[in-house]
């Protein structure tokens, strides 16, 4: 596509609720980030893929805290067992040589 | 590990003025510089990327930023803001991990333009 999707756009979780926030980056980036925004807060990085590899993951804040990408394209990162904590903006990115894009992200909200 | 710190999390102008948002970074090696800016409810759109060529750099909107070495700072400007202008600016530095470059945030200057 012409930039990066996430879906949804917003989730609205119960405490303990297992979630699930997909990522469909530009078709061909290679490299793929997560990033979690809390409110009025710049974005901190969670993880990082190249291809389907997970070169970086040292920013998940829990083990909690699960991404994945197996076919190298769509990535899914899914939260289990969501807290207040987790509320945040979840947003994702793919890159190419020619710079960084980011999608319009998911908002979670935990109740 | 590379940084990025951004003085004042709020800058407030009025229309027509200059706008100054400021961006300081920490690296033990050229950096490549970024700004980004953030409407509400939405992604991170590039204004200007700063990669080793010209000091100076120009973006979208009119907006442009100066490499400092001396000084490590990657200041944003723009002569006359608009009340379109009004969003949050985020700086970034690149890091470097086991061969992938990933970007690293400051943590915003929300803009404020007044009639």
């Known amino acids: 596509g012409a930039g990066v999707s996430q879906s949804p756009r917003y989730k609205v979780a119960k405490r303990g609720q297992d979630v699930a926030l997909r990522c469909d980056p530009i078709?061909?980036?290679?490299?793929l980030f997560w990033y979690q925004q809390a409110l009025g807060q710049g974005p901190e990085f969670l993880t990082y893929?190249?291809?389907?590899?997970?070169?970086?993951k040292s920013g998940l804040p829990s083990d909690r805290f699960f991404a994945e990408r197996p076919e190298g394209s769509v990535s899914t990162l899914k939260i289990q067992r969501t807290q207040q904590e987790d509320s945040a903006v979840y947003l994702c990115?793919?890159?190419?040589?020619?710079?960084?894009?980011f999608g319009s992200g998911t908002r979670l909200t935990v109740v | 590990a590379q940084s990025v710190t951004q003085l004042g999390s709020h800058v407030s102008v009025s229309e027509g003025a200059l706008v100054l948002l400021r961006c300081n970074y920490s690296?033990?090696?050229?950096?490549?510089l970024f700004w980004y800016v953030q409407y509400p409810n939405q992604g991170l759109q590039l204004l200007l990327k700063?990669?080793?060529?010209?000091?100076l750099v120009k973006g979208i909107n009119g907006f442009e930023a100066e490499f400092k070495k001396s000084e490590t700072s990657f200041h944003l400007t723009k002569p006359s803001a608009h009340m379109s202008d009004a969003a949050e600016y985020f700086c970034?530095?690149?890091?470097?991990?086991?061969?992938?470059?990933?970007?690293?945030f400051g943590r915003g200057t929300s803009l404020i333009v007044h009639p």
């Open positions: 893929f190249q291809n389907e590899a997970q070169l970086d």
């Open positions: 970034a530095v690149i890091t470097a991990s086991g061969g992938s470059y990933i970007p690293t």
């Open positions: 990115a793919s890159s190419s040589p020619g710079g960084y894009t």
């Open positions: 078709s061909g980036h290679v490299s």
């Open positions: 690296s033990s090696v050229p950096p490549y």
């Open positions: 700063y990669t080793s060529a010209a000091t």
